[in-house]
């Protein structure tokens, strides 16, 4: 079956500070990779994606992920962190057998320093 | 462009009467619509697909007769919670995709809160 691995249930980084968030998925074909963020209380807003081609991928917010097969990762990085990335990270995986379906990470939650 | 709405934004109702979400695509036609259930600092719970025209698909250990979804035209889909109890209280989310895409858009979610 497929998942979605999210390692890190909570981060916290320093204003400023570089961020990577980790996503790990098992499928046996290329899925489809996406990064959304949450706030409290808000539906998801999708950061970025990737189907296919350039496997470094630019997002909003200056959100970036790169998709490596051997690894079976998707992770997202930002080089530098703002007090209003504090939010809640999810990685979802879709497959090419059901259009539209998606399989979600349990979610990162990002603390941010001042 | 694909911005979905979801009405009410929350709601309060109390045990064992019944409450409706809808969820709706404003600017596209929606074939698919999935409804999730969120609790506190978890992930988001697919709990069916619904196309329009057709009866929806439920996920395992989600009682179908407990939440109704109805998905009678392109843009507009509806949850609804009958004989609602405080254990339902959760946030709902509804998302849309269109035949061939990947990509769900997200509505904002609504917040059930059981009394």
């Known amino acids: 079956a497929q998942s979605v691995t999210q390692p890190d249930i909570h981060i916290t980084v320093s204003e400023g500070a570089s961020l990577?968030?980790?996503?790990?998925?098992?499928?046996?074909?290329?899925?489809?990779?996406?990064?959304?963020?949450?706030?409290?209380?808000?539906?998801?807003?999708?950061?970025?994606?990737?189907?296919?081609?350039?496997?470094?991928?630019?997002?909003?917010?200056?959100?970036?992920?790169?998709?490596?097969?051997?690894?079976?990762?998707?992770?997202?990085?930002?080089?530098?962190?703002?007090?209003?990335?504090?939010?809640?990270?999810?990685?979802?995986?879709?497959?090419?057998?059901?259009?539209?379906?998606?399989?979600?990470?349990?979610?990162?939650?990002?603390?941010?320093?001042? | 462009g694909a911005v979905v709405s979801q009405h009410p934004s929350w709601v309060i109702c109390k045990s064992g009467t019944s409450v409706k979400i809808e969820c709706r695509s404003l600017d596209f036609q929606a074939t698919t619509m999935f409804w999730y259930r969120q609790f506190p600092k978890q992930s988001l719970m697919l709990m069916a697909t619904s196309n329009e025209g057709s009866k929806a698909t439920y996920e395992q250990g989600v009682e179908k007769d407990k939440f109704l979804i109805n998905h009678a035209s392109l843009t507009l889909s509806t949850l609804?919670?009958?004989?609602?109890?405080?254990?339902?209280?959760?946030?709902?989310?509804?998302?849309?995709?269109?035949?061939?895409?990947?990509?769900?858009?997200?509505?904002?979610?609504?917040?059930?809160t059981v009394t």
Not at chain 1, 94 to 112: E, M, P, Q, Y
Not at chain 2, 93 to 98: E, G, K, M, Q
């Open chain 2, 80 to 112: 609804t919670v009958t004989s609602a109890h405080p254990e339902d209280s959760s946030f709902y989310i509804c998302s849309a995709t269109v035949t061939g895409e990947h990509e769900q858009y997200f509505g904002p979610g609504t917040r059930l």
């Open chain 1, 20 to 114: 990577e968030l980790r996503c790990n998925y098992s499928y046996g074909a290329t899925p489809y990779l996406f990064w959304y963020v949450q706030s409290p209380g808000q539906g998801l807003q999708l950061l970025l994606k990737y189907f296919s081609g350039d496997t470094l991928v630019q997002g909003i917010k200056g959100f970036e992920a790169e998709f490596k097969r051997s690894q079976s990762s998707f992770n997202l990085r930002k080089p530098s962190v703002h007090w209003s990335d504090a939010a809640e990270y999810f990685c979802a995986v879709g497959f090419n057998t059901n259009a539209g379906k998606s399989t979600f990470g349990d979610g990162t939650t990002l603390t941010v320093k001042p």
